[in-house]
């Protein structure tokens, strides 16, 4: 093991499952099948369990069944992608189209799987979303974060969301992640801050800084003392080429 | 329809227009004078219905499809002028209703264009009556009755047909909600064993409890699925109650040993032990245990269930109350509906087959429920003390 994969293992931990399942037995199922695969498995039978779990911890992957009492699985999914964006969320069903599935499906849900799980198909599915690259977008703009979150996720990209410093930190320390695509300008500091402490964290992890004032990206690049972002990005966004610069990033 | 039974009722309705064979005379003395004039009858009736657009597009066949229809009412006219009015001629006129239907053709146009045919002949035989005008006149009469009876016949055909086609609709769109439903609650349990099996099959060093404990789940899921199946098929073929007196509260505590309470529920009975409901005991479990296992999921967090019973003269009013969140207003419309549920677990049928089963006892549910203030569902079943002799099975 080389000492940059003991760096990129310092922060990854084993990879976490959330299920949600009002079905006991499915939940102890899934637990039995996954953490047999090696993943730490967590359960909930209810959207406010879950919840609770998700403030806690960040999920790799969360499989929600989609009709259960109370909070259904299409609303616990909004307010998952709220607290932890990157999260990847396949929806379970028992239904085997219906309109909540695709609301589901429009709403940014990974994958629908119907039950009963074919886990033939299923397990490769979690395998291949785990492997798809993670971006995080330090942006105080809201609106912003979610068009490119839209945008990225339906390029497959895994796509976690901070809106300052202090949820960028949050989410560089929980895991890794291929790209930050970082604004210049955030409520508790600048941009280069952020990117100094991500190459210190993360040094596999590229950079893109985004600025509206060409001018002063250009100064503060200039300027900074750190390591220079690996590539920068000017307001309005042209994304055609920032997914190009994205893709070309990810395969270096 | 049962030709017999049609023309029973062609008798009855010819009773109360008071249609004699006088009245029957009367026409067919006129008959030959009116047939030359049949085939310009016939066209002026089909210039009437093609001038009707929503008429004429349910005329699919062109001018060939016109001619035919023309050569049938021509055949109609005829067998009007000339009878006899008999069985077979009923049901005749009960098939012109039916294919109205087949064809989509409006009743409205069929009473329309049968006044136009009407005063057509009215005119031909003025045009040729001989006779004393008095005579006219009842003969006119008696040819109104005639042709009022032959629509009578054509409506109630077309009703009876266009019903049981409405209904067929209705029943194929309650059997694809039934099928939605119940592929739901089979693929619920077919998950768990499917995903045993995988365990099964797949697990790297599964220890002999963990086997065993994936084989009892599948059992357990089995049984489960196995319960759904019941459930529809229970719903599918609902026996009639074969009703005794049966003591109430007896009936009551026997399905509450069914089912389990959690602690956090309390539970209240209040029934007179020797209350007698004529019923048949094994349906009325069956009520019961929906209406009580209804009240305890409304209870997630505990609370109060009470079961009220007041004998009233005819009557046993049988209350099941929670104190649980209630059923809101825009649902409570629907809850009685086949496969309607806010469960996450259950096709919906509890309710549906509960109501099922006390409609066909004489007796009738009523559901109390605000927001916030839980739920009152009164069961109000035949008094065995007032009606001894009441089956109740022969209610529809």
Redesign the interface.
């Known amino acids: 093991m080389t000492l940059q994969d003991l760096n990129t293992h310092a922060v990854s931990t084993m990879r976490r499952i959330l299920v949600v399942d ?2 006991p ?2 939940r ?3 637990t ?2 996954l953490g ?1 695969l090696g993943y730490e498995v967590d359960t909930a039978g209810n959207g406010n369990e879950a919840l609770a779990l998700v403030e806690r911890k960040a999920y790799d992957v969360a499989l929600i069944d989609l ?3 109370g909070i259904d699985g299409l609303e616990l999914y909004r307010r998952i992608k709220k607290i932890h964006s990157a999260t990847v969320v396949i929806i379970t069903t ?3 189209g219906g309109d909540t599935a695709r609301a589901a499906m429009a709403a940014g849900a990974w994958e629908i799987v ?6 033939n198909m299923l397990l490769p599915l979690i395998e291949g979303a785990l492997t798809q690259p993670a971006i995080i977008i330090v942006d105080d703009d809201t609106d912003l974060c979610d068009n490119l979150w839209s945008i990225l996720h339906d390029r497959r990209y895994r796509v976690g969301i901070a809106h300052d410093i202090d949820d960028a930190q949050a989410l560089i320390e929980a895991r890794d992640f291929s790209i930050a695509l970082i604004d210049l300008k955030l409520p508790q500091g600048d941009g280069t801050q952020l990117l100094q402490l991500i190459k210190a964290r993360q040094p596999d992890a590229r950079a893109i800084l985004i600025s509206g004032h060409r001018a002063e990206l250009d100064d503060a690049v200039r300027a900074a003392t750190g390591p220079s972002p690996d590539a920068v990005c000017y307001k309005p966004i042209d994304i055609e080429s920032l997914l190009t610069t994205v893709r070309d990033l990810t395969r270096a | 329809m049962d030709a017999d039974l049609l023309f029973e009722r062609y008798r009855e309705l010819q009773a109360y227009v008071g249609w004699t064979e006088a009245d029957a005379a009367r026409i067919n003395a006129v008959a030959d004078q009116v047939e030359p004039h049949l085939s310009q009858l016939v066209d002026d009736f089909y210039e009437e219905i093609t001038r009707h657009p929503d008429a004429r597009k349910v005329i699919t066949g062109g001018q060939p499809q016109i001619e035919r229809l023309k050569g049938t009412l021509i055949v109609w006219v005829r067998e009007l002028m000339r009878g006899p009015y008999d069985r077979d001629h009923v049901a005749k006129r009960w098939r012109i209703g039916w294919r109205h239907v087949e064809i989509g053709l409006d009743q409205v146009y069929t009473n329309v264009a049968l006044s136009r045919l009407r005063s057509g002949i009215v005119r031909v035989i003025q045009q040729y009556w001989r006779g004393p005008v008095s005579e006219s006149i009842e003969m006119i009469e008696s040819l109104h009755k005639l042709i009022d009876l032959d629509l009578a016949i054509i409506e109630d055909a077309y009703q009876c047909e266009h019903l049981k086609r409405q209904a067929q609709v209705e029943r194929l769109a309650a059997v694809g909600h039934m099928a ?1 439903g119940v ?3 089979l ?2 349990p ?7 099996v ?2 099964l099959q ?3 060093n599964p220890t002999p409890e ?1 086997t065993g ?2 084989l009892e ?1 599948i059992d ?2 089995v049984k489960l699925a196995d319960g759904v199946i019941t459930a529809m098929a229970d719903f599918a073929k609902l026996p009639s109650p074969r009703t005794e007196p049966v003591n109430v509260s007896q009936c009551i505590m026997e399905t509450l040993e069914t089912i389990r309470l959690p602690d956090s529920i309390e539970l209240n009975v209040d029934c007179p032990a020797t209350a007698l409901m004529q019923a048949d005991a094994s349906q009325l479990r069956i009520v019961l245990g929906n209406l009580i296992r209804n009240a305890r999921d409304a209870m ?1 967090d505990g609370g109060r269930l009470t079961i009220d019973v007041s004998a009233l003269g005819e009557h046993v009013e049988i209350t099941v109350s929670d104190t649980g969140g209630g059923i809101p207003p825009e649902l409570l419309p629907r809850i009685m509906e086949p496969m309607f549920t806010t ?3 259950g096709i919906g049928l509890g309710l549906t087959i509960s109501r099922a089963i006390v409609t066909k006892h004489g007796g009738h549910i009523r559901v109390h429920s605000e927001v916030g203030g839980g739920s009152t569902f009164t069961v109000v079943i035949p008094s065995a003390a007032a009606k001894p002799s009441d089956t109740g099975a022969t209610q529809p």
């Open positions: 009002d079905e037995d499915i102890a199922n899934l039995d099948i047999d009709k259960m009492p028992a239904y085997a119907s039950k009963p799980m074919d886990f | 939605g592929a739901h609650e693929r619920q077919l998950n768990v064993i499917r995903s045993s995988y365990y797949h697990a790297r963990k404990e994936h789940r357990r899921q997630r469960k996450a677990r």
